[in-house]
């Protein structure tokens, strides 16, 4: 044990470098940063309520894209009672018509790169 001291120096420089962005991103301000989404500009409430939408949107989505192409179903009933056409482009796009700056800005924060448009093509109003 004559190398103690190295051991826990080396330990010590370790946890600070890889506890170093948590500090910088908490010392900048970066830590907090959520972007500011473009609201609806349709509508009086969304499918679902705001929370559910931000957390589970995609389960939505896909489980929407499932039932329309295997069972031909075509309405969602929400749980209001409320009738919705199932579409990505005629239900969801209606409203929050701004692709850069409601779709594009939460996608790009996440760092996700959805595979929607691989089959849809966003509306030329939408760009």
Not at 5 to 34: E, H, S
Not at 38 to 56: I, L
Not at 78 to 93: E, I, Q, V, Y
């Amino acid at each position: 044990m004559y190398d103690a001291g190295k051991v826990i120096i080396g330990l010590i420089v370790f946890l600070a470098l890889i506890a170093f962005p948590i500090w910088y991103n908490v010392a900048t301000g970066q830590a907090d940063y959520v972007p500011e989404l473009a609201k609806a500009t349709k509508g009086e409430a969304c499918v679902a309520d705001v929370e559910y939408m931000k957390a589970s949107h995609m389960d939505m989505l896909n489980q929407w894209r499932d039932v329309v192409v295997r069972e031909g179903k075509r309405v969602y009933t929400a749980p209001d009672g409320r009738k919705f056409n199932m579409s990505l482009t005629a239900t969801c796009l209606d409203c929050h018509t701004n692709h850069e700056e409601f779709c594009q800005k939460c996608h790009l924060y996440m760092g996700v790169d959805p595979f929607c448009w691989d089959c849809h093509i966003i509306p030329k109003e939408l760009k």
